[in-house]
C-alpha cells in the first residue's frame, strides 16, 4: 500500500498542492471508488463516458479521504481535505502507479495475446508463489484503469508482480506498459479479436507488440513460435532485449513436446524433464510452457515448478468442468473467437465417458466485416461423427448454424432466437451422461444460460 506525503505525490504526478498546509499529510492507500475507500486514502476522481467521479468528492472524504487529485478543468472546491490540482487525473494516477511499482522492486511480467493471457497468468502466478511473494491481476483488470488498480494494490515488500494487459486498438498496449516497463514481455497468440477495430490479423499482432515500448533494456521477450503471424510480423521489429520463442516447431528456444491431450488433461516434455497438466485444452500447454520457461528464468527448479503448478486454480468461466448430478457443462462463456471456439470444440472431441455431446454456441463478437464468414467457417468445422447436437442463439450465431448445416443432420442442429427457446431444447434432447459446452462472447451473456441449465 502506497504511503507518502501529499507534497511527495504532488511532485511524483506534476500537480499542484493547493493546501500547502497539509504538504506533510501521510496518504495511506488510493481509491477512485467511494465503494471502497478506506481511512486516510488519497481519493482519484475518474472521468468516464458515462460518469465524472469529482461529483463524488465530497462523499469520498465523509468516508475516510484525507486527499484528493482534482482536475484542473474543474472548479477546485472547498474540501475539507487535502486537494492537489493535475492535467489529467487518470494519468496522474498511471504515473503514481509507476512510481509505486519502481519503490517495490518486484519482478515485472506483462502478458498480452489474443487468448490464453489470463490463464497463463494464474498459471504463473500460482508457480512464482512457491518461491516469492506474488501479485496478479485481478478479474479483467487488464485497461488503463485496472492496471495501475492492480499496482496500487501491491504491497511494498512483493517480489513479483504478473500483468495482464488488455486492448481493442492501436495504442493501449503502449500505455499499459509504459506504466509497467515489465522485465518480462510475453505475446500468447495472435487470433481474430478487435478485427473490428484493427482490420487485419497483422495490425492485431503490432498492437500487441506495442508491448516492447516500455521492456526494460535489459529484459526479456518471450512470444509462441507456432503462431504464423507473430512469427511474420515480428521481423518488422529490431528488438535489442533477449528473445524467447517457444513452440513445437523445432527451431524454438524452448521447444515443447506434446504427449498426450484428453478430457483429464495434458502431458508434454521440454528438454529433459516432462510435465503433466489436470486443465482441460490443448492450448494450455502453451500457457503453462510460458509459466515454465519464466519460472526457470527467476531461478526456480523443477520441483517446485510442479509443486505450483498443482496448486492452480484458473479464473471461472474459461474453460471449467462443471459436474451436475446426471451431466457435465464445460463453461467456457467468458469469450469467443474463431481459434478459442475451435480449440474448446476439439477439447470436446477428446472428451470420453460421454453419451451425448451437446454444443450450445453464440455470437463472437469484434471481428470486423469479414464477421459473418468466420462464424460461416467455424460451423462448417464441426465434425457430425464427434458431436450429437448444436444449439446456436444469436443473430451472428445463425451463420454458425448455416455452416454446420453443410454437413450436420439437420435432426441434431437448432437455432433459436432466445435463451429460454435454448433451454427447453436442452431439456429434450438432454439424457444421462450428457456433456454440454457453452461458449460465446462475453456481451452475449451466457452465464445466464449456465444457471438455467444447473435447474434442470
Sequence with gaps: MLKATLETI???????????SMKDVIVEGVSTDTRDIKLHNLFIPLVGAKYDGHTFAFDAIKKGAIATLWDKNHPTPYLDAGIIVVDDTLKAYQKLANSYLKATKSKVIGITGSNGKTGTKDILASILEENFRVHKTAKNLNNEIGVPKTIMEMDLDDEAIVLEMGMERFGEISVLTNIANPDIAVITNIGDSHLLELGTKENIARAKFEILEGLKPDGIFIFNNDDDILREVIREY???????????REDSDV????????ESGSSFSIGEYAYSIPFIGKHQIYNVSVAITIAGLLGMDYASIVKGLSKVKLTGMRMELMHLPSFDILNDCYKSNPQ???SCIETVYTMKGYKNKILILSDMLELGENEEKLHFNVGEKIDRDRIDYVICVGDLAKEIYNGANRNFNVKNLFYFETKGEVIEKVREIISEDTLIMVKGSRGMK???IIEKLKEI
Excluded: F, W
Excluded at 238 to 248: E, H, L, W
Excluded at 255 to 262: K, L, N, T
Design 10 to 20: 504532488a511532485k511524483i504526478v506534476g500537480g499542484n498542492l493547493v493546501t500547502t
Design 238 to 248: 529490431s528488438i535489442p532485449q533477449r528473445v524467447i520463442k517457444i513452440g513445437t
Design 255 to 262: 521447444i515443447i513436446r506434446p504427449i498426450r491431450s484428453d
Design 340 to 342: 478459442s471456439l475451435m
Design 446 to 448: 451466457l452465464e445466464e
